[in-house]
């Protein structure tokens, strides 16, 4: 597939993993175009690139000379454009299969998990690149460091893959080194239960290298028993001391995390990480736990591995959209993040609590999915109960039509709290005039990051 000077024409070119494929094919030396909804900053991005995009979904924009189209399964099979690629027989692959043979002759490190592993993801790509070994990340994120979802190095045989468990894409994967971080309830729209989703994470650890080793969440028990001892496996966590990698002695100091890591019968202390949230130092325990592992297998000493990793953390500046400030004022703080599962959105207001345990926390949440907010509706409730006021927008449909009796309110009735609203997304600047937080977090993975600038400037004309 990957041969210099072909043609590419991507269906939802501005999806967060597409357009680090897109990116890759482009500099590779290849023609590469494609179709999205609607212009963001990633297609913007994208086009000052030089890869031209077009917003509109007819069947004479697809190019008929197109060697390889390549899809997201969040593009409709009614699409007019996808009609038009199946009519025409072009070459058409999943954006899961593409990346897959992107990497296939890589060592790829591949981070899988109902959430957590697009910041671990880019702690191990940070760190790899920033060290003499090197590496290349497809990250479903924004590395802030490099403002990019896409890293590159000619000279590194290491690649960094966030394994998306969606569609089954990360069994397209062949790891030298896997994580698993947790496995939810969710997607169930593709799994339909939550033991097929089980499966599918035991069928995706096991397409690990003989050679290579996977790390699991020490809770995760009754998996580590199916996947057995076919694997090299490597158990961490936050604090258990049962687990091979995990930290102590954690603490707040002057707007940072300080932390003991424990790793092969060593204790590295005082690590220090200037990333906010008590559970990305669970992230930070993996992450430093892969990047080990490849400095080792490189050759290098205990000393020279924890200095390299000592310093990657310590320079982490994180990924937008997972605990971003926006706003970080004595008057007002305004943080964006990405969750739209009830355990994150748990973890961030957890996080939020310790490090602003004066403040009331007001959230703006954007469920994502008819079925995800109908299967979880219990657990959202719970997990939005923890804020002092939360504001519900409309659900961002993605791929899905509506459900007939699914609307974000069922989420509102279901809540204990009584300081909540329910508002479309023009309602929401005057309340927020009249709520005036002095904490706001906003949350979801759909399209409210695009109104992240006015929600900043509502709260700076406040």
Same mark, same amino acid.
């Given at each position: 597939?990957? $041969? ?20 890759? !094919? ?10 999205? #909804?609607?212009?963001? +900053?990633?297609? !913007? ?23 390889? /189209? ?34 296939? =002759? ?63 894409? @990360?069994? $397209? ?17 593709? &799994? ?9 994470? /035991? ?18 028990? +009754? ?20 687990? *091979? ?36 130092? +669970?992230?930070? /325990? /993996? ?5 080990? @592992? ?11 591995? +924890? ?8 320079? @982490?500046?994180?990924?937008? #959209? ?11 703080? @305004?943080? =964006? ?41 219990? =657990?959202?409730?719970?997990?939005? =109960? ?35 609203? &329910? ?23 759909? *399209? ?15």
């Amino acid at each position: 597939m990957e $041969q210099q000077k072909k043609k590419y024409y991507f269906l939802g070119i501005g999806g967060i993993g597409m357009s680090a494929i897109a990116r890759y !094919l482009n500099m590779k030396g290849n023609i590469v175009c494609g179709y999205d #909804r609607t212009p963001s +900053e990633l297609t !913007l991005k994208l086009e000052r690139e030089g890869i031209a995009i077009n917003y509109e979904d007819k069947a004479e924009n697809v190019p008929l000379d197109a060697d390889f /189209v390549i899809y997201t399964p969040a593009i409709p099979l009614d699409s007019k454009q996808m009609q038009k690629v199946i009519s025409e027989n072009l070459p058409l692959e999943k954006r899961s299969v593409a990346l897959g043979h992107i990497v296939k =002759d890589k060592k790829v490190l591949a981070v899988a998990g109902s959430h957590g592993k697009t910041t671990t993801c880019g702690m191990i790509a940070h760190i790899l690149s920033s060290s003499p070994v090197s590496c290349s990340a497809f990250l479903g994120g924004i590395l802030k460091s490099v403002e990019n979802n896409f890293v590159y190095s000619d000279c590194s045989p290491y690649v960094v893959v966030e394994a998306d468990e969606y569609d089954r894409s @990360f069994l $397209q994967l062949q790891p030298y080194a896997s994580v698993v971080t947790a496995i939810d309830a969710d997607h169930l729209d593709i &799994y339909h239960t939550y033991q097929n989703l089980y499966n599918a994470f /035991v069928d995706f650890a096991l397409l690990t290298k003989d050679d290579g080793v996977l790390f699991v969440k020490n809770s995760l028990t +009754e998996f580590k028993t199916s996947v057995g001892e076919t694997k090299t496996t490597e158990t961490y966590s936050l604090l258990d001391s049962n687990s *091979d990698l995990y930290a102590s002695n954690i603490r707040v100091k002057e707007g940072k995390y300080l932390f003991d890591y424990h790793i092969e019968n060593s204790v590295w202390k005082d690590i220090e990480m200037n990333y906010p949230g008590r559970h990305n130092i +669970e992230n930070a /325990v /993996v992450a430093m736990g892969v990047c080990a @592992f490849v400095l080792k297998k490189e050759g290098y000493k205990e000393q020279e591995i +924890e200095n390299i990793i000592r310093e990657g953390i310590k320079s @982490f500046s994180g990924m937008k #959209r997972r605990l971003d400030y926006i706003i970080k004022t004595e008057k007002r703080v @305004f943080i =964006d993040d990405y969750a739209h599962h009830p355990q994150e959105i748990v973890a961030t207001i957890t996080s939020l609590r310790e490090m602003y345990p004066n403040k009331q926390i007001v959230g703006v949440f954007q469920p994502h999915l008819y079925s995800r907010t109908r299967d979880l509706v219990d =657990d959202f409730a719970k997990a939005l =109960d923890l804020l002092d006021t939360t504001i519900l927008l409309p659900i961002y449909p993605a791929r899905e039509l509506p459900i007939e009796g699914v609307d974000s309110s069922i989420i509102l009735k279901k809540m204990s709290s009584t300081s909540k609203y &329910y508002v479309t997304k023009e309602e929401l600047y005057p309340l927020l005039k009249q709520i005036k937080p002095e904490l706001l977090v906003s949350f979801g993975a759909g *399209d409210i990051d695009r109104m992240l600038p006015n929600i900043k400037q509502t709260l700076e004309s406040i």
